[in-house]
């Protein structure tokens, strides 16, 4: 069975500096896709980034990136010049047939 | 609409009574899913649909439970007979085969 994990419950970072989030994933499959989602106190469910298992490139959106490590299982999400509107649950997410599965989340502080 | 939404968005109920919720996906979207969030938690999954059907119900967490989808567009998730475990936010998404799945704003169900 797919297990998506999160290490980090909570984190904080200063306004405009880097903060990393760490993901990782087990699974036997060969072609999927993973998620960063981002909860703000709203509750809505706001899609962050996305990346295909079978690129190797790491997806860029903006301030947002990915470090995808196929091989390790690893798919850390890099937000860089921190804004206090990052502040928000991420969330980490698998996708392959038939399975949508996410991490625990991790609570994301940002502070001026 | 151009998104997922979700009716109603709040619903405040009493204990023994029996209570539906209603999504509506993205159109074109064949798969649908339902998870439930409890506050400040994480996700927790119901049931997926694939068309009508719901190849994993694995999540529902007792015969109480019970969801269907209809025209493989809308869904309805019926709680019957509530108990006050069952507050929660209940979050429903909607992809296209392996294409990001996108969230409805939610529906807060209280349970006096």
């Known amino acids: 069975a797919q297990t998506v994990t999160q290490s980090q419950p909570e984190m904080s970072v200063q306004e405009a500096e880097t903060v990393t989030l760490s993901c990782t994933y087990d699974?036997?499959?060969?072609?999927?896709?993973l998620f960063w989602y981002k909860q703000p106190p709203s509750r809505q469910m706001i899609l962050v980034i996305r990346q295909e298992a079978y690129k190797q490139q790491n997806a860029t959106e903006n301030r947002f990136s990915v470090n995808f490590q196929k091989a390790a299982k690893s798919f850390s999400l890099k937000i860089s010049d921190s804004q206090l509107g990052d502040t928000a649950m991420y969330f980490c997410a698998f996708l392959n047939v038939n399975k949508l599965v996410f991490g625990a989340g991790t609570i994301l502080r940002v502070k001026s | 609409g151009a998104g997922v939404s979700q009716s109603p968005s709040n619903k405040v109920t009493e204990k023994g009574k029996d209570v539906e919720l209603r999504c509506d996906p993205i159109s074109g979207h064949t798969a649908l899913y339902w998870y439930r969030q409890s506050l400040g938690q994480g996700l927790e999954f119901l049931i997926y649909f694939q068309g009508n059907s719901a190849p994993d119900k694995s999540g529902l967490p007792s015969d109480r439970f019970s969801a269907e989808r209809t025209g493989g567009s809308v869904s309805t998730l019926t709680i019957q007979r509530t108990q006050q475990e069952d507050s929660a936010v209940y979050l429903c998404a909607s992809n296209y085969q392996l294409g990001p799945p996108f969230f409805g704003p939610g529906t807060r169900l209280t349970v006096l």
């Open positions: 699974t036997s499959e060969n072609n999927y896709y």
